[in-house]
């Protein structure tokens, strides 16, 4: 070889990214553990009365202390792991699930309690860790797959978990059940120590060549769909449960948790091939989700029958598939060239905003007006979020 073309030669690492056994490893430690973190909550009313709060007049707040604390810890930790290492922040994040569970399940007061679920949000925050770690290692197309599985795995434990909780309910009460669900992390970081650290793979270049220019998408845009989004989907849950026994009077359990696992359903369902067909247009599919998520949440309130509440819950899934999955392609797009760690930090402090300001929302306005009320709330600001979106594709 010639010395002119030694020096256009630049030596190329071998890829280190990670490959799909290993995006589905990460997956499944996300998904078992948020088994714990997920299914307990519905059953708050049950655990409290053990723990001297007899009417569980607690629970409502109780509920949304980890979201709190896991939104207020997650920049914190975000930047931690751009500085220390992803992988070592990520079982961090899982051990802290191990030590909270352990001591919500030993707890044998009130206020000993509460310091558990503060200390799960504050040293979980397993899905920005989580997704900050593969975003060290992936980027594009292969990024926002892999969090848009990373939204299955969500959507499968939301399913699952209540449904587990409530069949060992009989032999080990749902308070005790928090020592059982502390095995589950620890199983998830025993798993993802043998994994490597993340670091994305070096593209061939050659001597001479300019670098190409990285655009991150708009932080400023994802940030406020984020919000929208997450607000407008999670305000119809808390009184879902309400909604459907004054729309559907004498409707056994069983359909009721169907009708409130409909839309994850969906996800589970078609969340692949939505990926695939918006993939290159992130921007239409997130202004046709929040459009389905408003036409679906203002069907909730005329639905008066199984079939039309059915169809109502459907139209939300639709909405929650296209808007997910988008969300995850627009987040790819902002992650380039951005330390990954920082910025899905700041994204699940925004989401759990929504998530707060969704259940205060909902209390707020179903105390005033009725269960229906806060069905209403989303769809107006589905539609609102949805016109921004369109607007936003308009000046690009």
């Not at 001479?208 to 400023?220: D, M, N």
Request: contains cysteine; aromatic residues 8%.
């Amino acid at each position: 070889m010639s010395t002119a073309a030694a020096e256009r030669t630049v030596t190329v690492p071998a890829p280190a990214g990670l490959d799909r056994r290993q995006v589905h490893a990460i997956a499944a430690c996300y998904f078992v553990a948020s088994f714990a973190a997920l299914g307990l909550p519905p059953f708050l009313t049950q655990i409290l009365p053990g723990l001297g709060d007899a009417d569980g007049s607690w629970a409502g707040v109780l509920y949304i202390v980890p979201t709190v604390f896991s939104g207020l810890g997650a920049p914190l930790w975000g930047r931690l792991a751009d500085r220390f290492g992803r992988k070592r922040l990520l079982l961090r994040a899982q051990l802290g699930l191990t030590v909270s569970f352990l001591i919500a399940g030993w707890a044998d007061s009130l206020p000993a309690f509460t310091v558990a679920l503060v200390l799960q949000g504050f040293l979980g925050g397993t899905f920005a860790a989580t997704n900050g770690y593969l975003a060290a290692a992936l980027e594009g197309p292969g990024l926002s797959k892999a969090l848009t599985l990373m939204q299955g795995s969500a959507r499968a434990s939301l399913v699952a978990a209540p449904i587990l909780v409530g069949a060992l309910s009989p032999w080990i009460s749902p308070h005790r059940q928090y020592l059982v669900m502390a095995v589950l992390p620890l199983l998830a970081a025993g798993l993802l120590a043998l994994l490597p650290e993340p670091s994305r793979p070096v593209r061939p270049s050659t001597a001479g060549q300019q670098p190409a220019t990285v655009v991150p998408g708009s932080l400023k845009l994802l940030y406020t769909v984020e919000f929208a989004f997450v607000f407008s989907t999670i305000i119809s849950f808390p009184y879902l449960v309400a909604l459907v026994e004054q729309k559907l009077p004498g409707v056994s359990g069983t359909v009721t948790g169907l009708l409130f696992a409909l839309p994850h359903l969906c996800y589970l369902a078609a969340a692949g091939r939505v990926h695939a067909r918006f993939l290159e247009r992130p921007r239409t599919g997130l202004a046709i989700g929040f459009a389905f998520v408003a036409l679906g949440l203002a069907a909730h309130g005329p639905a008066s029958s199984l079939l039309t509440f059915t169809l109502a819950r459907l139209l939300l899934g639709i909405g929650l598939t296209l808007g997910l999955v988008c969300l995850s392609v627009l987040a790819a797009e902002a992650c380039r060239g951005r330390a990954p760690g920082r910025m899905f930090g700041s994204l699940e402090f925004v989401s759990k905003g929504g998530a707060v300001a969704a259940g205060v929302v909902a209390a707020l306005v179903n105390s005033a007006f009725g269960p229906t009320a806060p069905v209403l709330a989303g769809t107006a600001t589905a539609l609102v979020a949805a016109a921004l979106v369109l607007l936003s594709r308009r000046s690009n």
